[in-house]
Every structure is written in structure tokens, then in C-alpha cells.
Nanobody, 124 residues
């Protein structure tokens, strides 16, 4: 089993920055593929970005490319989502997810483990 706990959400003005953290426990962190999804009210859960065990294997959705960055600190068993140039349309609950299988995926159902989510609100 893997437990994921997100933190760092909040209210920020458009154009601002925010960093989310996701602390993982319960399984070898290096063997997990990590991702961030988000869900706005009335919308389906949307893929944001994902990362394998190394920084040279990442995948970003077009909507956040150039503005968001994912990174991981294996010593702390933590993955980060650095968000900059935030827009009101980035407002959502952000979820951290993990999967054991090799490869990255944009499909929520292919991730076995999920955090509880953290709210990000971007005001205009």
C-alpha cells in the first residue's frame, strides 16, 4: 500500500506561483511513477503532468507546458508541483497519484494510489 498526502494549496492571484507537495509512504518511492491530476467543479479529472523515477522522463499536458514543473526528492519521498503564471482556469482540486507499472499514463484509472486532494484557487 501507498499513502499519499498533498499539501501547499491555497488562494493566489492570476500570474502568481504556488508549489504543491505530495509525501509518499508505504512503498519504495523510487519504484513509483508519480502524477498530478486536477478536477474543477462539474468537470472530469484532468491529467496535468507525470514523472517516472528520473527527471528525464516526464510528460506534461499542453495546458500547463511551460508553466508547471514536476520534480521529486527521493530522500524525502516527496514529489512537487511547481506552478507559475497561474490562470483562473487553473482553479481546481489537485490530486497526487502513483502507479507501480512501468510507463507514464494520462488516464486516472491507471493509477492505483491517490491523495485526498488540495484546493488551488486562482483569482483574476
Amino acid at each position: 500500500q501507498v499513502q499519499l498526502v498533498e499539501s501547499g494549496g491555497g488562494l493566489v492571484q492570476a500570474g502568481g506561483s504556488l508549489r504543491l507537495s505530495c509525501a509518499a509512504s508505504g512503498r519504495a518511492f523510487s519504484n513509483l511513477r508519480m502524477a498530478w491530476f486536477r478536477q474543477a467543479p462539474g468537470n472530469e479529472r484532468e491529467f496535468v503532468l507525470a514523472m517516472a523515477s528520473s527527471a528525464d522522463n516526464t510528460f506534461y499536458s499542453d495546458s500547463v507546458k511551460g508553466r508547471f514543473t514536476i520534480s521529486r526528492d527521493s530522500a524525502k519521498n516527496t514529489v512537487y508541483l511547481q506552478m507559475s503564471s497561474l490562470k483562473p482556469e487553473d482553479t481546481a482540486v489537485y490530486f497526487c497519484a502513483a502507479r507501480k507499472k512501468v510507463g507514464l499514463s494520462t488516464i486516472p484509472g491507471q493509477y492505483e494510489y491517490w491523495g485526498q486532494g488540495t484546493q488551488v484557487t486562482v483569482s483574476s
